[in-house]
């Protein structure tokens, strides 16, 4: 609820620009745009010593009337359950963000409790932000203390961008031909590492690794962590809790209290965060290293790899085109200067304090939301002669009756209904799916299960089993090896060859495809279905599902035609969801119907399948034929 000021980017504007958007004291910012489950967060802004900040075009000013209402108490109310109720009614939904239009945000009614409440709610906030500061101040002695010990305080980087090697020098040595890689200033902060007075030592001789993966019980629950759990002082925010089938394919790393988060991702390489207690045994994404030392205590490799420094260095290692990242081989092979024990142990202290005074003020936060939700609740409760009526149940009702009216004059105005339009009660809709956007309930999806109706279903639980595979991380690529297949290898003609491999001792124990086996695309693409002609000695992306037939009900052919049908096609369309990339939990497969024809349609279905795909090879073997003759004849020609 207080606004974060740990912030990296920064505007060119106009000085009228700036005037329209700089921020005030005490103003009130609101999400206005995101995904569903942040879209309406809202915090409160206080300036901090003379620095200026302007706000995006996604939020929202908000500007109280402090003779009415408190910024403080207006924020704590539009984070209390009532305040998000309030306002998540109001989102619209499309398939990559969320939108809650400001205007209908003004139409909120906030519940105006006595000043003298508003005030405490105020002390509290106040107090949160004295905590805070106090945090920061107290991370900022631990960073300065380790520059102090690296001889880094006054550290002058080399402004000159420009530096001559040698073939032998550079490539020759390291395998790297990007510029980026030999700029002045990491040559410069590596020889500040190696003439440390302490020594220094490669990470791989320091710390253990952790990056096992780890397999979850389908039917228990875990933590899961990712990059947007991660706060700027190295804390972890929160976690999404969900069973291990429903989880993402990524979520394949364990940690433990007191080891290190490494995010290996260039853009978010100041993710790094201390496992606490409280998330031992959780999941992280593969898209973090998992570090302990027994030489460097977890507080001092936090502020370390969170110092310049070190961000410097990460950033120098990092490769690839689309998404960079720092590969396991090179995360080893990074310098790290040993630290004193003495300074450690005072760096611990520090970064104890600061965690200590962080969860102090978000206790107080805490608090200032619960007293607003109990004032309220008890209110309610005098006002109706302590009848004990939960706000809920009012608010409910308020809404029934404002929709009310509005339906009476759409419906006057409304010539006929679209085609588009699906009316459901409640108890026919969130009541049995949980589901409360529109999308899912479009006719059409109706339609198909109705005219499925007629015919012998069953559920694609019940005549199939679902085994996962594995998500073993960029890290783990290889030039050779067994082929790794992802999504964008598969189509529901078969699979091309992958450039990807993995080691096969490593990765002895990965699922293969067998013979009749149905691999099927749940993430990103999802609904790719094909059935495997024969057993394949290649490891699928846990992106891919495999689907084995346990029954001799359905034919195998026939089944993945099914799937890549309309018929399952938008049975996926409705069931899956993710703001950027599509996700269909293994629940809402085994959840599909698939009709069920007679046997003798099925093998003709079969036949006219298998008959298609061996066209389809003599058609890519006439094609290679052709490629072969035209390169024997240019050759012939010379």
């Not at 409640?426 to 059409?444: I, T």
Request: hydrophobic share 35%.
């Amino acid at each position: 609820m207080l606004c974060d000021f740990s912030v990296s980017k920064y505007a060119n504007v106009s000085n009228l620009e700036k005037e329209t958007f700089l921020l005030k004291d005490r103003d009130v910012l609101f999400n206005r745009t995101n995904s569903f489950e942040w879209v309406g967060r809202t915090g409160i802004f206080y300036q901090q010593d003379d620095s200026d900040f302007i706000f995006a075009s996604y939020l929202v000013r908000f500007v109280p009337n402090e003779d009415i209402i408190l910024p403080e108490y207006l924020t704590a109310y539009l984070n209390t359950k009532y305040g998000i109720w309030d306002l998540k009614r109001r989102a619209r939904q499309s398939i990559n963000q969320t939108n809650i239009n400001p205007e209908e945000v003004k139409e909120t009614f906030i519940p105006l409790l006595d000043r003298d409440f508003q005030l405490k709610i105020k002390d509290c906030f106040d107090n949160a932000k004295l905590s805070l500061k106090k945090s920061q101040n107290i991370y900022i002695e631990a960073e300065t203390l380790l520059l102090d010990n690296l001889g880094l305080t006054d550290f002058q980087a080399i402004q000159n961008p420009v530096n001559i090697k040698s073939l032998k020098d550079s490539f020759l040595q390291t395998g790297r031909l990007d510029a980026e890689f030999y700029q002045p200033i990491y040559e410069q902060l590596e020889k500040f590492i190696q003439t440390h007075s302490n020594g220094f030592e490669k990470l791989g001789k320091v710390c253990r690794l952790h990056d096992e993966n780890y397999t979850p019980n389908e039917n228990q629950e875990y933590d899961y962590i990712e990059l947007s759990n991660i706060g700027k002082s190295g804390e972890i925010t929160g976690s999404t809790k969900a069973l291990g089938k429903d989880l993402p394919s990524r979520a394949r790393r364990k940690v433990r209290t007191n080891q290190v988060m490494i995010s290996s991702i260039e853009g978010s390489l100041q993710s790094c965060a201390i496992v606490p207690p409280h998330y031992d045994n959780s999941l992280c994404s593969t898209g973090f290293y998992v570090l302990s030392s027994d030489k460097i205590n977890a507080e001092t490799l936090l502020v370390l790899f969170k110092s310049s420094l070190m961000q410097q260095i990460l950033k120098k290692n990092c490769s690839g085109t689309i998404l960079t990242a720092i590969n396991k081989e090179d995360l080893l092979n990074i310098p790290l200067p040993i630290i004193s024990q003495n300074t450690q142990e005072k760096i611990a202290e520090y970064i104890r304090q600061s965690n200590d005074l962080r969860e102090q003020a978000q206790q107080l936060l805490t608090e200032a939301k619960a007293s607003v939700e109990n004032e309220i609740e008890n209110s309610v409760k005098v006002s109706r002669g302590g009848g004990g009526v939960e706000i809920d149940s009012l608010l409910a009702k308020a809404l029934y009756y404002e929709r009310l009216a509005e339906w009476t004059l759409i419906e006057l105005l409304i010539e006929q209904k679209t085609s588009n339009v699906s009316v459901q009660t409640l108890s026919q809709s969130f009541g049995m799916s949980g589901r409360l956007d529109a999308e899912y309930y479009q006719p059409k999806f109706t339609q198909l299960l109705e005219s499925m109706a007629k015919f012998d279903c069953v559920r694609l639980g019940d005549i199939v089993d679902l085994y996962k595979s594995i998500e073993p991380g960029s890290q783990a690529y290889q030039s050779q090896g067994v082929p790794f297949v992802r999504v964008s290898n598969l189509s529901k003609y078969g699979i091309t060859k992958s450039d990807k491999f993995l080691d096969p001792e490593s990765f002895n124990e990965a699922i293969r495809p067998k013979r009749d086996t149905i691999l099927l695309s749940k993430d990103g693409t999802v609904g790719i279905a094909y059935r495997v002609p024969e057993d394949l000695d290649v490891i699928t992306s846990g992106a891919i599902v495999h689907l084995s037939l346990k029954t001799d009900r359905v034919l195998p052919d026939y089944l993945a035609l099914v799937i890549n049908s309309a018929v399952v096609q938008l049975q996926a369309e409705r069931d899956a969801g993710g703001s950027i990339i599509q996700h269909w939990k293994p629940s809402e497969i085994l959840d599909v119907r698939i009709p069920v024809l007679p046997r003798t349609i099925q093998l003709r279905i079969s036949e006219k399948i298998q008959q298609s795909f061996t066209l389809k090879a003599k058609s890519e073997e006439l094609l290679a034929e052709a490629k072969r003759l035209v390169e024997n004849e240019i050759e012939n020609m010379r």
